[in-house]
């Protein structure tokens, strides 16, 4: 920053302005955690063109067009995830030894004001890249023999999660009859971390005091507990990641008691690409092998790079298969009906992961919450709850804690159910079960209820089978001749266990 000052008398301190615009600037929002949201513009003028580049914790944004000076400016920052360019826009000008700066989170969306003070050359910037492993497979590490089952904090809590909140849910599971059910992780998710103290250990921020406590008391209960991280230097929400701290944080989740880890991909994407995914993946696999701890290895990286392929050579013991779960109709049905071709990737140890549960969060009808339930018992997926344990209706408890349905989910053969019919807005799925059994979901997507009929032949059954069990209005049928009908209500789901 050149400084033009206002009047020169000697011993007095005296105003003075930058002229022009180049400093590296930082804003330092406070978060009620006690940790900060910082925007850094690392800025360089020369003349009418301003480059370099703009950090907002987990996005890097290299600057590629700009208009303006000191006085008035506007700059355009460019940044790829995957193959996906991600714009923002600057608009801001100098006043004094402060850059103030606006910005939109959407383009839509109202302009934000900041204001930037100077900070020392360099804070702020990414870290090197670091060198990968070459690759090589990772032991399998003997978890998840069937799908996991627990609850995570993200869908309801985001940011909210403290350890309070942990703590209750944990009693909640304990008490509510999902432990019972088979529900067993309580999994932290994003915002629990601090920093890094002089010797590079992870710290907790002041949601957190201590988590070797917390992890305690879910064990306590019987259960077990999760964390999250990221292998890019920030997480999704812009705190710590591991990177470059893979075996450093490996070992300290071991010591607090840690028996999951979800590894989210976001703030490695400034650093590596999506083919370097699984050199990446395998830094932290080893590292948690290496921890001593059996922990179990959740990868979340969207479905990139076909990770189904190789999640199981990291040491994955899930993967996710598609960006993130909302409560909505249309957001659980386009996830949760796409996953028919990734069947054969599943297997038990390893299974595909189509995002959490948001079962009780309120967006959508119990029909619509027992597709859910169905269609991710029928796929083998994760079976992590995302509501509020401590409150939710009866019906939604039930849901969720549907043995029969459940036991589809935890079937010991671990493979994956398929589609096997479609009919406008009906689908048929089934599912192989260990003994020579097949679970059934006859859906109807459609806004009105809607007979589906099915041909004991399209179901793969010769004759009549000799047990029928319907799995939500608990049961057996009667099959006799050669096709079954259900009226299925709008959104809704039949669910059969067939033994024949
Ligand atoms: C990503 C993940 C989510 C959640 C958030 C946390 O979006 O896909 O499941 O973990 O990050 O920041």
């Avoid at 301190?13 to 930058?18: D, E, L, N, S």
């Amino acid at each position: 920053m050149k400084t033009r000052c206002a009047v020169l008398i000697a011993f007095l301190a005296v105003p003075c302005f930058a002229t022009d615009l180049t400093g590296n600037w930082v804003v330092r929002d406070p978060l009620p955690d006690g940790t900060f949201r910082t925007t850094y513009l690392d800025l360089h003028q020369e003349g009418s063109r301003i480059t370099g580049s703009i950090r907002v914790t987990q996005f890097y944004y290299k600057i590629v067009e700009s208009t303006g000076g000191p006085d008035g400016f506007t700059l355009t920052g460019s940044m790829m995830d995957g193959t996906n360019e991600r714009r923002v826009k600057y608009e801001g000008k100098l006043e004094g030894d402060e850059l103030h700066v606006a910005t939109r989170r959407r383009p839509e969306s109202e302009l934000i004001q900041m204001v930037a003070h100077i900070a020392p050359l360099g804070e702020g910037a990414m870290p090197a890249r670091l060198p990968l492993p070459a690759i090589h497979k990772v032991a399998y590490n003997g978890l998840a023999k069937t799908p996991p089952m627990g609850w995570n904090s993200w869908n309801k809590f985001a940011g909210r999660v403290d350890d309070a909140s942990v703590r209750s849910m944990a009693d909640a599971m304990a008490a509510n009859g999902m432990k019972d059910a088979g529900y067993q992780y309580i999994n932290i998710d994003d915002t629990w971390e601090a920093g890094r103290d002089a010797q590079g250990n992870i710290t907790t921020n002041k949601k957190f005091t201590d988590m070797k406590a917390l992890a305690d008391y879910v064990h306590s209960k019987g259960l077990k507990i999760g964390i999250y991280s990221s292998p890019g230097p920030n997480t999704c929400a812009g705190y710590e990641g591991s990177y470059g701290h893979e075996e450093q944080d490996a070992r300290i989740y071991a010591a607090w008691g840690i028996d999951y880890l979800k590894y989210d991909w976001c703030g490695a994407r400034n650093i590596y690409t999506d083919e370097e995914m699984q050199a990446v993946y395998q830094k932290m696999g080893d590292a948690l092998l290496k921890s001593g701890r059996p922990i179990l290895y959740s990868l979340c990286q969207y479905g990139r790079d076909d990770v189904w392929k190789w999640g199981p050579e990291v040491g994955g013991n899930a993967w996710r298969t598609t960006g993130d779960i909302r409560d909505t109709w249309d957001s659980m049905t386009k996830i949760g009906f796409s996953q028919d071709a990734l069947a054969p990737w599943a297997a038990p140890g390893h299974w595909n992961d189509p995002d959490m549960l948001e079962i009780g969060n309120g967006g959508m009808t119990d029909d619509e919450y027992r597709t859910h339930m169905s269609l991710w018992s029928i796929l083998g997926a994760p079976l992590l709850a995302g509501n509020d344990l401590r409150n939710m209706t009866p019906a939604i408890l039930e849901i969720l804690t549907n043995r029969e349905v459940i036991a589809i989910n935890q079937d010991k053969d671990g493979k994956q159910g398929r589609r096997i019919a479609k009919v406008g807005d009906q689908e048929v799925w089934a599912r192989a079960l260990s003994g020579g059994a097949q679970a059934f979901g006859l859906f109807n997507r459609g806004g009105a209820p809607a007979k589906i009929t099915v041909q004991l032949s399209e179901l793969g059954l010769k004759t009549a089978p000799a047990h029928v069990r319907d799995l939500w209005a608990h049961n057996d049928l009667k099959l006799d001749g050669t096709e079954y009908s259900a009226t299925v209500p709008s959104h809704g789901v039949v669910m059969l266990r067939v033994t024949q």
